[in-house]
């Protein structure tokens, strides 16, 4: 069973806007991590932001905040004032805490439009 | 901190060929990650090490595949003979608290 969902295989967003990036995950794990991860078209694997299973708050870094709906088992991304410099592969992952694997989602292309 | 550092950036070899990546973790992160990112499988975790030992190799494809952690600051992965479904881009990582630091990946061609 697919554990991690991204069903925006791309976008286009006008520059300046706002964008949340969809990502779903799947565990019975009651302890677990969520992650972000941009990789622009030169290739390297860049963190973004962090959320607990356990934290209260939402993850914020910066432009990027972390939406999370534990319930809904959701933890969409959301750029604020995006930038071209935004346009990239954004990967969901989540990593259970019974082991020290990252499990991936397909990815979403993001495309910032001037 | 310079990072994880994975060497050669690209590589470009024949059929059959030996292939060794390396890779340079963060020093004092436990744990570290080979990665195997195509167009077709998405990232594809090979194995991972703590503290140098292997812990979970089950993401290696095949005996032509493997890896070793001789010491904390190095490690290799080695593909012998390479085949073209090898061309890829392998990515070193490595884990300190919740953070994943990746490398910047060496992209491998098998013609």
Not at chain 1, 41 to 63: H, K, P, V, W
Request: hydrophobic share 35%.
């Amino acid at each position: 069973a697919q554990k991690i969902t991204q069903t925006q295989p791309g976008m286009f967003v006008q520059e300046k806007e706002a964008v949340t990036l969809d990502c779903t995950y799947d565990t019975s794990d009651p302890s677990y991590g969520l992650f972000w991860y941009k990789q622009p078209s030169s290739g390297e694997m860049i963190f973004l932001i962090y959320q607990g299973s356990y934290d209260q708050q939402n993850a914020t870094e910066g432009r990027y905040s972390l939406n999370f709906q534990k319930a809904r088992k959701s933890a969409n991304l959301v750029i604020s004032a995006s930038q071209l410099g935004d346009s990239a592969m954004y990967f969901c992952a989540m990593r259970e805490d019974s082991n020290y694997q990252l499990i991936w989602g397909a990815g979403t292309k993001l495309i910032i439009k001037p | 901190d310079a990072g994880v550092i994975q060497s050669p950036r690209h590589e470009v070899t024949e059929m059959g060929q030996e292939v060794t990546l390396r890779c340079k973790p963060i020093s004092g992160h436990d744990y570290l990650f080979w990665y195997r990112q195509t167009m077709m499988r998405g990232l594809e975790l090979l194995i991972y090490f703590n503290n140098n030992v292997p812990i979970d190799d089950s993401g290696m494809p095949e005996d032509r595949f493997s890896a070793k952690m001789p010491n904390a600051s190095f490690s290799t992965l080695k593909i012998q003979p390479s085949e073209p479904r090898d061309s890829a881009v392998y990515f070193c990582a490595t884990l300190a608290w919740h953070g994943y630091t990746f490398g910047s990946g060496t992209r491998l061609t098998v013609v």
